[in-house]
């Protein structure tokens, strides 16, 4: 089993930063993707950023130049920097790790974002 721990949301004005982490742990497999989503009050859940074991990266428009994600194999830990945060950003983020048979989420950390 992979366990997901995420941690660095909260409250902050609009164009203003947060940093969210994410760390694994339990067995993980390697080749695996690791990524955020979001899910705002009746929306459905979207994915915001992914990156592969490689380094390769995703990115929903939404984001685009204003949010990064890295993540350190060595730690088996996956960030995401959001700058320029808009209200509309607000919502539930979730850390997800995947492979092709199997995925694994975290419990989810609430950002908000004030106008």
């Known amino acids: 089993q992979v366990q997901l721990v995420e941690s660095g949301g909260g409250l902050v004005q609009a164009g203003g930063s947060l940093r969210l982490s994410c760390a694994a742990s339990?067995?993980?497999?390697?080749?695996?993707?690791m990524g955020w989503y979001r899910q705002a009050p009746g929306k459905q859940r979207e994915l915001v950023a992914a990156?592969?074991?490689?380094?390769?990266?995703n990115y929903a428009d939404f984001v685009k130049g204003r949010f990064t994600i890295s993540r350190d194999n060595a730690k088996a830990t996956v960030s995401l920097q959001m700058n320029s945060l808009k209200p509309e950003d607000t919502a539930v983020y979730y850390c997800?790790?995947?492979?092709?048979?199997?995925?694994?989420w975290g419990q989810g950390t609430q950002v908000t974002v004030s106008s």
């Open positions: 997800r790790l995947s492979i092709p048979r199997a995925e694994y």
């Open positions: 990156i592969a074991s490689g380094g390769y990266t």
């Open positions: 339990g067995s993980i497999p390697s080749g695996n993707a």
